[in-house]
């Protein structure tokens, strides 16, 4: 069985039951004088509608992305969990509008008869073993819309509790109980809702995840070899995903490819032992980024390229072909590897041509250090080691 069609099973499970109970609340509250049970009755009903929008929006939300929304359709039930605690909200202040209007207005209370206890009883059984099934199953599938709906049902069993409470006080003289009863189930159910929403609100406010989770993804991704540290550390949730953007600061002189391979194996390590992780964004560094933006103050390749240029036309050197220009960045200065090939350096003295490049060089600011290599090749055209 699928993970979907798990949660619409003990949805539609959950569904029926609040079908069942909400009328059974409704009719006999009505008959055997309880407004508890009554208000409890459009609790379970409210239940009803909201396992049906769960069982719509888990239909979306385990949709793979597309070309709309590329980072998934995760955020439906993160929309669905909010509208799911306002409906629980206005439930809450109808039912405790209802019955504080009824004591306020002195009206006669009725006595609440027998069925009405059998029917909250057979409601807290009920409602429990459906809140206990349904959060093991959303846990199990770490769907933050299925554990919302099991806390649902926990409000209706509570609720069932206080009814139960309510009725039993009132048949024994406190006819006031029932009402007061009803109100208490009114403020459960605001609570449970109000919770919900203002999680899920921090989630659309893209909140970072707690610290100490944080920390121990930094701790995990340390364990790379090659990682320096970590800074610029981003993170946030979607749903029951995890999503994060990091910067790792790798050594300067490692090519791009292996500072590149050196990211993923952070992210494997991170998503091998934190599952609910979903993307991972990193960015390689050689230095530590955070405090300025150095590609404003530092020349780029062109650049470079052109100041050396020219100091080789100074030194008549401009048949020298460079074979390959290596820029290392660090945080104020750049070193650079200068690669000839060996047939075209056999008329100059290369101390000589290193120590005038540097010379020259280090009349800029950016500048740190040159070094000149040479690139053997034999008679058959092989680079040599």
Known sequence: MTPQSEAQKITLI????????????????????????????????????????????????????????PWGHARFETLGTIILGGLLILVAGAIAYDSLHIL??????????????????????????????????????????????????????LSSVIVFVGIAGAMSGFAWLDAVAAILVGFIVAKIGIEL????????????????????????????????????????????????????QIAPYLSA????????????????????IKHVIFHIDTYDDEAENYCQVLPNRVEI????????????AT?????RLGLHYHTDAIEIDLQLNQQDTVAYDLPHLQQQLNTELSKHAWFGHLNLLVRHIDSNNQVLK
């Open 197 to 248: 929403s203002w999680k899920c609100v921090q989630e659309l406010l893209d909140t970072a995840l707690p610290e100490e989770d944080v920390q121990a993804y930094t701790d995990e991704i340390m364990q790379v070899e090659g990682i320096l540290s970590v800074h610029s550390f981003k993170s946030r949730r979607m749903a029951s995903h995890i999503l994060l953007e990091v910067h790792l």
């Open 305 to 316: 390229s052109r100041c050396l240029f020219a100091i080789l036309d100074r030194y008549d």
């Open 14 to 69: 959950g569904a029926v039951l609040d079908a069942v109970l909400g009328a059974l609340k409704i009719v006999i509250g009505s008959i055997a004088h309880s407004s508890a049970l009554v208000a409890d009755g459009i609790h379970s009903l409210s239940d009803l509608l909201t396992d049906f929008m769960v069982i719509v929006i888990l239909k979306y939300s385990h949709q793979e992305p597309d070309k709309e929304h």
């Open 104 to 157: 306020i207005s002195g009206t006669q209370l009725l006595i609440p008869e027998w069925p009405t206890l059998l029917v909250a009883a057979i409601s807290v059984l009920a409602k429990e073993a459906i809140f206990r099934y349904t959060l093991a199953v959303g846990k199990k599938l770490k769907s933050d819309l299925l554990i919302a709906n099991a806390w649902h049902s926990r409000t209706d069993a």
């Open 257 to 276: 490819s292996e500072g590149h391979f050196i990211g993923d194996m952070a992210v494997y390590r991170l998503r091998a032992r934190f599952p609910d």
């Open 319 to 323: 048949e020298l072909k460079i074979h």
